[in-house]
């Protein structure tokens, strides 16, 4: 008499969160195109979807902390802040508020997709990303008329702003290559989708006045050959620095100027970075007064026309709004979040993990301000990504590959 094996019960919660992933992942490269400031709802969307999958593991914990002290100084700093916005469900505390659990709801919801479900996805956004660069390269020759000839369907642009979006474009393609291409290579697809990312990322930088994303390549190249040769020095060193760097910025920048001030030097600069020059300048000096406690969240943009904003340099306007104390946990968390990607062995995944955080951590350092929504969306999806390569088993493995996938 022949037994039959018991039903194995279908993963429901699993095959969900495999469908929101494949959703995230088909709209990223559209919304990296036409739209990086939706992201944020993208992200609060897919976040939302994944709360049944929300959990917290053991190793999440530091990194976690770090991100509720940080909540918690940001709101009891609101008590100070010289920024007051004119309605008071708009202020950022309360954002951020919403923005930790939901996000990290998407990240846990990638953690637990269906791992055929997560492949689908990979593959999905590793063609998209390289379906954009090929794009970006085509705008760069075609000046963005493209983009504007779209965008004018539905609201009439100007020529000069659709070249600007386009360069914000490709901040997004710059920050999510390495990821999405390991991502490719992970299920089965070949490395050589990297190419028309990289290029793509460089070339409509270029074309469209947006030097950091260039620059950035290069740098997440350098990055992940540093953390696939040292695997668990790497990460760490990355982790190090960055958290020296939200430390000394005031006294950095303090050090150039009185450097240059000393040496009567007359220094030529692009219009943009005599302008963030000038920011970073004021935003020390206006630290100087308050510097353990800080002016306050979000107080960067009382400080108009001396800056306007935010200081576009994030460890500065950490220590502008939120003093020494906020300084302190934000150089915590990046050195607990980098060196946890450190390995005993070389591994691929972690190693563009650790090129696409080196990519935000120079962004929020020359570009964005670190309270801006779609760009703390970009960073949770890097997180998400990072979470769905690793839910993916190698589609080739090789014993004799040095290098784990």
Not at 292 to 310: E, K, M, N, Y
Not at 326 to 337: E, S
């Amino acid at each position: 008499m022949s037994h039959q094996a018991a039903p194995t019960p279908r993963d429901v919660l699993g095959l969900w969160c495999g469908g929101v992933l494949i959703f995230g992942a088909a709209l990223t490269p559209l919304l990296a195109w036409l739209s990086p400031i939706s992201f944020a709802g993208l992200l609060a969307l897919v976040g939302l979807l994944s709360l049944p999958a929300i959990r917290l593991r053991t190793g999440d914990r530091p990194a976690l902390v770090a991100l509720l002290a940080a909540l918690l100084w940001a709101a009891v700093s609101t008590t100070w802040t010289v920024y007051h916005p004119k309605n008071p469900t708009e202020g950022q505390a309360a954002k951020l508020a919403l923005e930790l659990p939901i996000y990290w709801a998407a990240i846990c919801g990638a953690r637990r997709a269906d791992p055929r479900l997560a492949r689908i996805a990979l593959l999905v956004l590793a063609w998209g990303l390289a379906a954009l660069g090929g794009m970006l390269a085509v705008e760069a020759v075609a000046g963005g008329r493209i983009y504007k000839a779209l965008h004018d369907l539905y609201e009439p642009i100007r020529i000069d702003l659709a070249g600007k979006n386009l360069g914000q474009s490709t901040f997004v393609l710059a920050l999510l290559w390495p990821l999405a291409a390991v991502g490719a290579r992970r299920a089965g697809a070949s490395w050589w989708l990297a190419l028309p990312m990289a290029l793509g990322a460089i070339v409509g930088a270029l074309a469209f006045d947006a030097d950091a994303p260039a620059m950035a390549v290069v740098l997440a190249l350098l990055v992940a050959l540093a953390a696939i040769r040292w695997p668990t020095g790497a990460p760490r060193t990355l982790g190090g620095i960055a958290a020296v760097a939200f430390l000394i910025m005031p006294a950095a920048v303090l050090g150039i100027r009185g450097a240059v001030e000393a040496l009567n030097l007359r220094i030529e600069l692009p219009a943009s970075w005599s302008m963030r020059l000038g920011y970073w300048n004021r935003a020390v000096d206006w630290t100087a007064e308050h510097p353990v406690r800080g002016w306050g969240l979000d107080a960067s943009r009382a400080f108009s026309p001396g800056i306007q904003l935010h200081p576009h340099n994030g460890p500065l306007q950490v220590w502008l709004e939120l003093g020494a104390v906020g300084a302190l946990i934000a150089a915590a968390f990046w050195w607990l979040a980098l060196s946890n990607l450190a390995r005993p062995r070389s591994n691929v995944v972690a190693a563009a993990a650790a090129a696409s955080a080196s990519v935000y951590l120079l962004f929020s350092g020359v570009n964005f301000g670190v309270w801006q929504e779609w760009w703390l969306a970009l960073g949770a999806l890097c997180v998400l990504l990072g979470a769905a390569v690793s839910r993916v088993a190698p589609a080739r493995p090789s014993t004799r590959a040095p290098i784990s996938e």
